[in-house]
């Protein structure tokens, strides 16, 4: 799970009163650029009326009316050793009904911090002048539309706003298809024998294996990660090509890794059909031939390819950034084979890499040089937009909006896009720009990462550490050598950071064994320390004592 319901919850809170506020949690001082600040609460002591029957709730009862009147499918975080009842945040931490605090390493929706003063002062202010929709002209939506495509290269000058990530990349989809319709209607102009060859030609989307892209209908089609969750959806469908996962840790294609190559022994890896690359370059190319393998084959059964869609920074699998110059050969192949790119920026977008503002600008060269940067043909954006508020964006150039638009099909959304969301959506990006998160994402991320390489010097359970900036992963594993994957033990460290040192981490990829970190970007370097000091001693100290008892934890939802 990741966080939104409770950044949404907490905003909520403090837009209808004070109640849970009247002590402000302590600051901390800060090496990072990012400075402390307090928040001016309201003082109101009490919730309105309409709220008073659900604050009188013990959590005993919330627990059981969720139990009774919500659907099982819907997860609650650490339901195996405790579900939290979260009241409010702040910057990085979240606090609990009885006022212990938590701090928040896995909320990327909070992206400047929660209960951000500059954002809720936006929002609470907009709400008290107007929410309608966008069929009446607002300047927020407006200005907001222009700051957005400002973030972006090249002509990327279109927004759509919508009200989720999952709702972007649905869009996407659609914007994708409407222009394959286009050059189809245009080939059939161009040559009347080609209408039967036209009417036949069937659009194709490639994916990534292992990828996560959103819960409607067209995007669980393109998600290979929820495919392996149940029996809703078991496998692509045929307009659907999934590709390997650029995993050059454990994937198909790993790279050895150097302390075997030291000792001159190979590293030995359970799965047979795997093959072990000497270099990043190697990796990239041969995993970008499964991208130019699919275009090729496409193309050649007279088919079409309508877009390749990708997450910049894979979350659920496992934090995996491709190796450098896998997306440059990819995109080459899919605009060759005439489809589009597909640039998915929910998770990882608005600096969260720290080097980069998008995620798929994080295989550019680093010497300035733009001339061959990789510009998508559609960008989307959600979580961290609106800083927890419903807000996200599909961002394309005028030639693809104007394909669309061509079908004649109204995109009207009744709440995407509302004075309300867009104040926070500005809010957030003032946030983003004037306490330089950025910045601070690039500084305590490359910390965090030296300190984590520390405690993998010292610890052989911690496999491989990856990630850049605010984006990290920390895959354990029993054996160097084989990776046998070390998923109880997994389960059991995040259990012991929230229970005994009162840190939230999520824990996903394939094998569930990898430690994803991705906090609000107010992270401070006291933060770091504090966290990865508590992790080392409960894989030190605790899991030692614990191993008899792992299978009796089960698995912990995140």
């Known amino acids: 799970m990741d966080g939104e319901t409770v950044s949404s919850i907490s905003i909520l809170m403090f837009l209808g009163t004070g109640y849970f506020a009247r002590r402000c949690v302590r600051q901390r001082s800060r090496t990072s650029n990012v400075k402390a600040r307090s928040i001016n609460f309201n003082s109101n002591p009490s919730p309105p009326p309409s709220l008073v029957e659900s604050y009188s709730l013990q959590p005993e009862q919330v627990e059981s009316l969720r139990a009774h009147h919500m659907s099982k499918s819907c997860s609650v975080s650490y339901k195996n050793t405790g579900p939290l009842h979260i009241s409010r945040g702040h910057q990085a931490r979240l606090i609990d009904v009885n006022g212990v605090e938590y701090l928040d390493t896995r909320n990327n929706v909070a992206h400047c911090g929660h209960g951000h003063p500059v954002i809720m002062r936006a929002i609470t202010y907009q709400m008290e002048q107007l929410n309608t929709n966008t069929r009446y002209l607002h300047p927020h939506a407006s200005l907001l539309a222009k700051k957005l495509s400002d973030l972006l290269p090249g002509s990327l000058d279109v927004v759509f706003f919508v009200n989720s990530g999952s709702e972007a990349n649905d869009l996407a989809l659609r914007l994708a298809r409407a222009h394959s319709m286009q050059k189809i209607r245009q080939s059939s ?26 819960h409607t209908l067209a995007t669980l089609d393109v998600s290979p990660y929820k495919h392996r969750q149940g029996k809703e959806i078991e496998e692509c469908p045929g307009y659907v090509r999934r590709v390997p996962c650029p995993n050059v840790y454990r994937g198909m294609h790993y790279i050895e890794r150097k302390e075997n190559e030291k000792s001159g022994e190979k590293a030995s890896i359970s799965d047979t059909k795997q093959q072990h690359c000497i270099s990043e370059m190697e990796a990239a190319k041969i995993y970008a031939s499964y991208v130019e393998l699919e275009c090729e084959e496409i193309t050649s059964q007279g088919h079409s390819v309508s877009a390749f869609l990708m997450e910049g920074g894979m979350s659920v699998a496992g934090v995996i950034l491709p190796p450098k110059s896998y997306l440059r050969r990819c995109v080459d192949a899919v605009h060759e084979a005439g489809g589009l790119y597909i640039a998915d920026e929910v998770q990882t977008g608005f600096g969260r890499l720290g080097k980069c503002m998008w995620a798929f600008q994080y295989s550019n060269d680093d010497d300035g040089d733009t001339s061959n940067e990789i510009i998508p043909d559609i960008v989307t954006v959600g979580k961290p937009f609106g800083n927890g508020m419903p807000l996200a964006a599909v961002i394309t150039t005028p030639r693809i909006a104007s394909a669309f638009e061509s079908l004649g099909v109204e995109y009207f959304n009744t709440f995407a896009g509302s004075p309300v969301c867009c104040a926070a959506g500005l809010g957030m990006l003032d946030v ?127």
């Not at 060859?197 to 996560?212: Q, R, V």
């Open 189 to 214: 102009l161009d040559s009347a024998n080609n209408s039967q060859l036209n009417d036949e030609k069937k659009d194709h989307i490639i994916c990534i294996d292992h990828a996560y892209h959103g």
């Open 432 to 558: 983003l720009s004037k306490e330089r998160l950025q910045e601070n994402a690039s500084s305590v991320g490359n910390y965090l990462l030296g300190l984590f390489r520390e405690a993998k010097s010292r610890n052989e359970m911690i496999g491989d550490i990856r990630g850049s900036g605010l984006f990290l992963g920390v895959e354990l594993v029993r054996d160097n050598q084989t990776l046998e994957p070390a998923t109880e033990e997994t389960s059991f460290v995040c259990s012991m950071l929230k229970d005994k040192y009162k840190i939230l981490t999520s824990v996903d990829g394939p094998h569930e064994n990898v430690i994803v970190i991705k906090p609000p970007m107010v992270f401070s370097r006291e933060d770091a320390v504090l966290f990865v000091s508590c992790f080392e001693k409960a894989l030190v100290e605790d899991l030692p004592v614990a191993r008899d008892s792992l299978r009796d934890l089960g698995r912990t939802p995140t």
